[in-house]
């Protein structure tokens, strides 16, 4: 069966302090991975004070339905598909959702918008996802 792979952001809306937001992350973590796991989507996330980035893969209906539900969650709003297509392989078979979550705290995610102007407009998904393939290689090398 052929997996698709969705790419899109978010505008982030958790409030609160450092601490509490990386507690909410922690619990939306914890929701994916144990949803995930149970319909074969992998994937990785991503998050800055404004934004949500994440890649999603798997089966066609099981990615739909993920991103459906994700949709509807008061804790990020405008949400905007940048990518959904088929793929050969994943990228992220190994994390029923992956967190990217140090590399891209104030620098790295500047480096994305230094690349891109960080107009989330002018991101295309496959740029967003190679992003986040990228820095995810990169904290396995220093882990
Ligand atoms: P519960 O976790 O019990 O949630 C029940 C309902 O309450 C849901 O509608 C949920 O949206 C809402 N809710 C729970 N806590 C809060 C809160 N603090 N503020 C506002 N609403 C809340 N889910 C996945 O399954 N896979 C993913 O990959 C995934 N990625 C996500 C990425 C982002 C950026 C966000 C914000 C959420 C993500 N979620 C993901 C969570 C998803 O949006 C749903 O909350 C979750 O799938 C619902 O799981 P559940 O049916 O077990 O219900």
Do not use: I, K, P
């Given at each position: 069966m052929t997996d698709y792979r969705l790419v899109y952001y978010s505008a982030n809306r958790l409030n609160g302090t450092a601490e509490q937001k990386e507690a909410d992350i922690d619990t939306i973590l914890a929701r994916s991975r144990r949803n995930n796991d149970s319909v074969g989507v992998t994937g990785a996330l991503t998050f800055s004070d404004g934004y949500f980035a994440q890649v999603l893969e798997g089966p066609q209906g099981a990615v739909e339905v993920t991103f459906e539900r994700i949709q509807q969650?008061?804790?990020?709003?405008?949400v905007h598909l940048l990518e959904f297509v088929p793929i050969a392989?994943?990228?992220?078979?190994?994390?029923?959702m992956a967190y990217v979550g140090k590399a891209v705290e104030g620098s790295k995610l500047a480096g994305l918008g230094a690349t891109t102007g960080f107009d989330p407009a002018k991101i295309s998904g496959q740029q967003l996802f190679e992003r986040l393939r990228d820095l995810l290689l990169a904290e396995q090398a220093v882990a």
């Open positions: 969650d008061g804790r990020h709003s405008d392989d994943r990228t992220f078979s190994n994390w029923s």
